[in-house]
């Protein structure tokens, strides 16, 4: 018998499922792309379950004739391209002809359709790949899907599904991506009979944007619009200095389609890098418009990742466009832009332990002595736990000395207002100010939080805080635990909530910000269900990050006392963020670089 | 120019317009004063723009004319001149010679044509007020201001002529106080202004130079006009306070201040703080609250920090209600009781998630929102 076999196209067409649906929100996404590329100008999406148990697509979109249906089940039948050399011209989103009869082989899926001018419409039932039945059907023209029992014939997918909570968040993501890409058609998002959003035609983006995100963030968006021979960028920005924790707001097409391009975002990034402090990220709704012979949308089954032809031309014309309309917004923006964020000292400086000091000099450029020898090893990376990493227990020399030492240690001074020298014993320890006061106060919530003692100052006037629906969501599985560590967040009506009390070391008006950015790590997963411990690891680490003010003339005794509370702490080496809070510069090194 | 002037006004003057310069000037010419003279008086203005005072003091004027000198450096030579005679000598290359005794300066000075002139009034709004009321009135409220830079609506003091009165509102979002008076308001000049912190301090610094004082307003700008008949240290005619105002609009206040009261008890304002003084010595900056516990005629302040201790105080007063429990940050208390100058306030109080408020027999009303452990 030989070995070698043909596979049957039922099996054929589950291992091109294993490919394009790897998740419910991917068999949403490929469902809604033909409805948008029939023309649909309503489109209504409805799952059960997180999309385990049903996917219904409805659209009023061209339809299909009967034949046509039957054809679209077979693998590599499209109506959106003919030869191979339609790809150099793709103007819809689909063109591989895998979708249906992928879906199809691995779910109970239900066709009905009714072309424009039929007498009847058709419906297909096809139960795991074979066909259960053919027959007409009374409906309005356009095309509705049923998806149910997804995954039944193929367990092992099934088993890797996430919770329905998760699948859910990707499926609406997903949904909204398509909405925002076409502001002109009508959207509508169900989920177990509940309407997650409805958005009626709307005249433009911005409005979209408004429905879908909420109208404060749009509210803060400028437009953008520039155009080039080949390449045109339009959509919306956020304004300088109003950044986000995550890249969940910056959103990127390319000719309409919702891509993931790294040379987007890092276009978006880079623009921003005088706007935005490091490590925040601007809110961007971008459509950029090329001829589709410039980019290859087919490098991934489910077209999430697109190339161009030519990076460096797209990369720069991103960046040169941002920048121009933040350069004109600069003087209008007011007091988020009056100080603007000193440029921070490039990364290949840092990598030299005992220079990360480096001197600035009036233009804001490193000086920084050429003699110096190689870095004796790469920038540890950043460790996110509280243990030190071993370079900074390398630095860390004197600490083993015992902590009774450090009332012997000579206060030298203060340098550029953010370090404290000390001379110690055995040579010199500089003191990052704001990497020290993060690890007091990150030990000292955390002891509150574990004694449960949190005092919560309510606020005179609420701060209502407008939610997109994933972060709504997200938000009210967390308000019990945010309620029991000093807030005071209360529900208030769809999509919103007033925060009526505030942690007592936190300003009232840092209360928004924080719920964001709080919002934005739970997003990322950082805030894990169930584990308290972590929960209030991470809630501690946010909140140090915002508590901390520098007060500007620190004397002596101030400084001093930074430094006892610093060594009372558990781990006084590094900042709950994994920085290292000193560096210590022994005599003996202090000899070797005036080479004595 | 020229003129001949005693050293002590001329030092005074200096003082009165000397903090509106910021340390880090971003264009030179705001670091310096201009100085005019004419007839019997020389006048100095500085301004950052924001904020510009201008005074005027007595002087013997033989030459008019004008110039801009850093008036930091100034005042400290003028203050630390040998003879109480000054004589100021201008050239028109803006150079100065100021010669006391035997000490002789040469300074450089910039043309007053570059100082940026203070902004014209025309239509405004305007009141007469007390000094020593507004002095008052200012400090029972001043301290509630935001100092928080990301909310500016709330860096400043809100003055509201309305209704018959003029109301004094400043808060951080955590407190409020509310200070008013009786004041005839024409329905055409009512109106309200936010007058930034910077502004508050330095007419609270002015006001007691005088009887009267007026208030000018619109949109954008106030100005203030203070008369100087009471001081004996050279100024003459009135000093005049040019600011901008905070541009916004100030939360409704008035939703935040209870309607109804609850438990109210009277108390003896100096022993009052005291207590509260005295237990929040315990406070740190990890449990900066003190509680406060009502029960028939006794209150019992208590305050403790888990790594140093706890304080306990009690005071006899008079009480009927149900017995009942808040914690306060310990300075919104104490700053009202600070401000004051009456011997007895009131204390409102319903339970521990509901707002304190302090109460005079004046229009005055000090919201203060509690503190939970939760």
Redesign the interface.
Known sequence: MAKVRILPDRVANQIAAGEVIERPAAVVKELVENAVDAGATRIEVEFRHGGRSLIRVEDNGGGMSRDDAMLALERHATSKIIEADDLNRLTSFGFRGEALPSIASISRFTLQTRETGAEAGTEIVVNGGRLVHVHECGRPVGTRIEVAQLFNSVPARRKFLKTDPTEAAHIVSGVRLYALAFPRVAFTLIEDGRIIFRSPECPGLVDRVGEIFGRQLAEGLVSLEAEEPGLRLRGFIGRPGAGRATRHEMITFVNQRPVDSRTLNYALIESYHESLPKGRYPAAFVFLDLDPAAVDVNVHPAKREVRFRSEPAVRSFVIRAVLQRLRELAPAAG?ATAAPVAPLPAEPVLSVPWASAPALSQGGAIVRPVFLPPPPAPRPAVVASSAPSPAVARASVPTETGRDSIAAWRYVGRVHGVYVLFETPAGLVVIDRRAAHERVWFE?LQ??FA???????????PVPVELDPVATALLLDRLEFL????FEISEFGRNFFRIE?VP??M????AEPFLRDLLGAVREGRFPDGAIGLAREELARLAVAKAIRLPEAAGEAELRALLSQLFACRSPLSSPSGRPTQIELSVGELARRFQK | MKFKINRDHFTNGLAQVLNVVGSKATMPILSNVLIEAEKDHITLTTTNLDLGIRCKIKAEVKEGGAVTLPVKRLATIVRELPNVDVTFDASPNHQVKLASGGSNFRIMGIGKEEFPPLPEFGDEKSFTLEQAELTAMLKSVAYAQSTDETRYILNGVYFNFRDGKLSLVATDGRRLALVSKELEVPATSAGAIILPAKTVNELARMLDKGEKLKISFNDRRAAFQINTDKDASGLTDSIYLYSKVVEGNYPNYQQVIPKETHQRIKLERELFLQCIHRAALVCSEKSNSVKLKLTSNLLEITAQSPDFGEAHESMAIGYSGPDLQVAFNPSFMMDPLKALNKDEVFFELKDEVSPGVFKTLDSFICVIMPVRLS
Do not use: D, F, Y
């Not at chain 1, 004694?451 to 006037?461: C, D, I, K, P, T």
């Not at chain 1, 300003?507 to 840092?510: F, N, S």
């Open positions: 007091p000292r002891a509150e004694a449960g003692s949190v005092a919560s100052q309510r606020l005179l006037l309620n029991a560590h000093g009390a007592a070391w300003e009232p008006a840092g």
